[in-house]
């Protein structure tokens, strides 16, 4: 992000000098301003590349990265009653959602979508934690900013998290020609997974609907998906 100088003025006003170094702005290229009038300092370039070269050094001798510096406590006994008891993986989760912290989780979701540096960290741990905050923050983008490369990366991703959550969105995502064929490999992922009866009912439904469906290369992915699930011998109760 670019912070503006000091604009130079025609009045009497006294000129800027950095509070560091002492230097006027006359003197360094740019001088910048706290963004309050209270307490105003300034700090000139010159100043500002020095902080970085001493924090840059700082790094260098420490022997963890700089995101670890800071140890954190966990207090599980509270996260324990925080979630009601965490025996079984959904609370467990939540637990994780709790360490990690939702505003990070969807922090990871946008470094994903905008692939920046270290986007497969990002995906990998969201891989893992199946993090509801994740697929709901995924379907949010999508519902905010239709018909765009962002959303249709969100779809992609939350089809790789997809599982029993997803249901609530199945179909209106396989009715919405932009995401069907993410949704439809999002079923197939949640049919191998946990799911109650209407679940199940409402996948299979939109799994046979896509069978018939008049893009032919859609139905052949659902028959492809059919053919799996119903050959695991884990999967018979969904009766394919």
């Known amino acids: 992000m670019n912070t503006p100088a000091v604009p130079t003025s025609e009045s009497s006003a ?24 209270r307490a105003r300092a300034y700090i000139c370039d010159e100043c500002v590349a020095v902080c970085n070269h001493i924090i840059e050094e700082h790094r260098k001798e420490s022997k963890l990265p700089a995101v670890y510096e800071t140890k954190m406590a966990i207090d599980w006994r509270a996260l324990d009653k925080e979630v ?32 920046e540096p ?16 994740a697929m709901e923050y995924c379907y949010e983008i999508y519902k905010k900013e239709p018909n765009t490369e962002r959303a249709g990366r969100a779809i992609f991703l939350l089809s790789e998290l997809a599982d029993w959550n997803f249901i609530r ?33 409402l996948a299979k439904e939109l799994l046979l609907q896509a069978e018939s469906d008049s893009d032919s290369r859609l ?16 999967l018979k109760h969904l009766g394919l």
């Open 84 to 115: 009601g008891g965490c025996w079984g993986t959904e609370p467990g989760i939540r637990v994780l959602e709790l360490i990690v912290g939702e505003e990070n989780i969807r922090g990871a979701v946008d470094h994903w979508i905008t692939l």
């Open 14 to 37: 006294p000129t800027p000098h950095c509070s560091w170094c002492d230097k006027s702005q006359n003197a360094v290229a740019v001088i910048v301003a706290t963004p309050t009038e």
């Open 169 to 201: 969105w199945a179909r209106e995502l396989m009715e919405d020609s932009n995401t069907r064929w993410n949704a439809l490999v999002a079923l197939e992922q949640v049919l191998a997974g946990p799911l109650d009866d209407d679940g199940i009912d």
């Open 219 to 234: 139905r052949e992915r659902a028959a492809e998906i059919h053919k799996r699930l119903a050959a695991d011998p884990s």
């Open 118 to 133: 270290g986007y497969g960290a990002a995906e990998q741990v969201l891989l893992i934690m199946r993090s509801k905050v």
